[in-house]
C-alpha cells in the first residue's frame, strides 16, 4: 500500500505523554472519528514486545476506517506486524535502506529540513516528506525550526507530497496557506486535547481550507 496526497491531510502522530487516564488505543479511535486521515505510532518510551502488541491493535484499529497506519522508526517491527509503512528522521536508518527492506508496496515517509535532505529523499523512495518544526513546539526536544521560505523551497523541489509539522494547532494552521504542503502531522493539537474527536474534526476543516478543499 502506498498513500495519495489526501491520505495526508490531517496526519495524526501519537503521544503517550497525554493519555489521561485513557489507552492509546482509545485515543486513536476517537482521531479517527473526528475525521484523522493518516496515523503514525511514535512511542519512545516501550519495551520493544509492548510496542508490537500495540501496533498490532491499532493496525487492526486504522484499517476499519481505512486509513493508512505507520510506524515511527522502527523498521523491524513494522516488517513483523505488517504496518502500511515506516516514518524515518534524518538519524535513523538512511531512506534507501529502508525501501530495500520495505520493498516497493509499503509507505516510506522522511523527515526533511533543508531542500538537500528533501531532494536525496525523494530519489531514495519516499512517498511523503515530514517538514518541520514549522512552528515552535514542546513535543520534540530536538525539533530544528524550518522557515516559511524553506518550506515552499522544499515543496518545489520535489514531486513527492510534502506535510508540515511542529507547533500547529488551529490557532496558527491557516498561516501555511500558499506554502505548497498538502497537509499537517500534529501531536498535541490532536491528542492533548480534552475532546479529540471535536478537536481533529476542528483541524480537518481547517487543514482542508489551508489546502484549498
Known sequence: ?????????????????????????????????GGATFIQLREKELSADRFYS????????CQQYRVPFVINDHVDIALKMDADGVHV????????????????????????????QAVRAERNGADYLGVGAVFPTGSKAD?????????????????????????????????????????????SAIFAQKDICAATAELKTLAGKMVGL
Open 1 to 33: 500500500m502506498r498513500c495519495d496526497r489526501e491520505d495526508l491531510l490531517l496526519y495524526a502522530v501519537t503521544d503517550r505523554a497525554w493519555l489521561h487516564g485513557m489507552t492509546l488505543y482509545e485515543q486513536v479511535k476517537q482521531a479517527l472519528c
Open 54 to 61: 500495540e501496533a498490532v491493535e491499532l493496525k487492526r484499529l
Open 89 to 116: 528522521g534524518q538519524s535513523d536508518m538512511e531512506a534507501g535502506d529502508v525501501r530495500k527492506l520495505l520493498g516497493e508496496d509499503k509507505i516510506l515517509g522522511v523527515s526533511a529540513q533543508t531542500v538537500e
Open 143 to 187: 525539533a530544528v525550526e524550518v522557515s516559511r521560505n524553506t518550506l515552499e523551497d522544499i515543496c518545489k523541489a520535489v514531486r513527492i507530497p510534502v506535510i508540515a509539522i511542529g507547533g500547529i494547532g488551529s490557532a496558527n494552521i491557516l498561516e501555511l496557506t500558499g506554502s505548497g504542503i498538502c497537509g499537517v502531522a500534529v501531536i
